[in-house]
């Protein structure tokens, strides 16, 4: 069952075309990989999917019905969220603070602030709630990325490279969480740049280049593909 529908969505900033009749479809419990090098659109597009950015033309279906207009918090009540790849918040507020404004989605706020305790222990912050997100190491920071998007429940999320400047070991957290909610039945889309994690997390992968899709096959099928190494990975194979 297809749970979001991307319809030759094309978004334009003046000149700039940044996005171009994209399409795609994400299947209900798939971890759908999106890759392109940088300013292929990638984030444009998470924006436009999840109610920040309104597309020029085009039309996406979450769970059926048309959400172009619907505003993010909204989305986020129907369960579509995304995280920001560069993280947003406000610098007197506790990691506890921000998780518990992301649970107070679904729970009363006596709820929502036990909940958001059991999220970050369930991201591995466990004992850094009253730590400020600032003060967070990048990889515990990328980790709250993800409890804020967890503590929504959400059926599906929109994952923007939570592993870009990681190590490899670094990794191995959000890559086991990923793995957990998936299970769970959680719809996952996930940018990502490192490629050995995609290959090993995604069901499928779409490759974006200035703005148009030029693939879309299994990780195994991409990987093999001459318009994509040429597009993609030319620069690090030659490096
Ligand atoms: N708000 C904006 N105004 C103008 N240009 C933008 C805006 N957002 C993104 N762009 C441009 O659109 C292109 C795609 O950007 P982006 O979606 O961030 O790419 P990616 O995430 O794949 O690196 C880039 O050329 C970027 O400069
Ligand atoms: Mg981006």
Aim: charged share 25%.
């Amino acid at each position: 069952m297809t749970l979001l529908d991307v319809s030759r969505v094309t978004r334009r900033f003046g000149g700039l075309v940044a996005l171009n009749s994209v399409s795609f479809s994400v299947a209900k419990g798939e971890i759908l990989g999106i890759i392109g090098p940088n300013g292929a659109g990638k984030t444009t597009l998470f924006g436009v999917i999840s109610g920040f950015i309104p597309p020029s033309e085009g039309g996406v279906r979450f769970d059926g019905e048309d959400i172009i207009g619907i505003s993010p918090d909204r989305l986020v009540r129907r369960g579509l969220i995304r995280s920001f790849q560069v993280a947003q918040t406000f610098a007197d507020m506790t990691t506890l603070d921000v998780v518990t404004t992301a649970a107070l989605t679904r729970r009363p706020i006596v709820e929502a602030v036990d909940y958001a305790a059991h999220v970050l222990r369930r991201v591995g912050l466990g004992g850094k709630e009253y730590q400020t997100p600032g003060s967070l190491s990048l990889q515990d920071k990328k980790l709250l990325e993800l409890a804020k998007c967890l503590a929504t429940d959400p059926r599906c999320i929109l994952l923007d490279e939570v592993m870009a400047g990681l190590t490899m070991a670094e990794t191995e957290a959000p890559i086991a969480i990923i793995r957990e909610l998936n299970s769970q039945g959680v719809t996952i889309v996930m940018v990502e740049h490192v490629m050995p994690v995609i290959m090993r997390l995604a069901t499928r992968i779409v490759v974006i280049n200035f703005g148009e899709k030029i693939a879309e096959a299994t990780p195994d099928v991409i990987i093999k593909d001459q318009k994509v190494i040429d597009a993609y990975f030319g620069d690090e194979l030659d490096a």
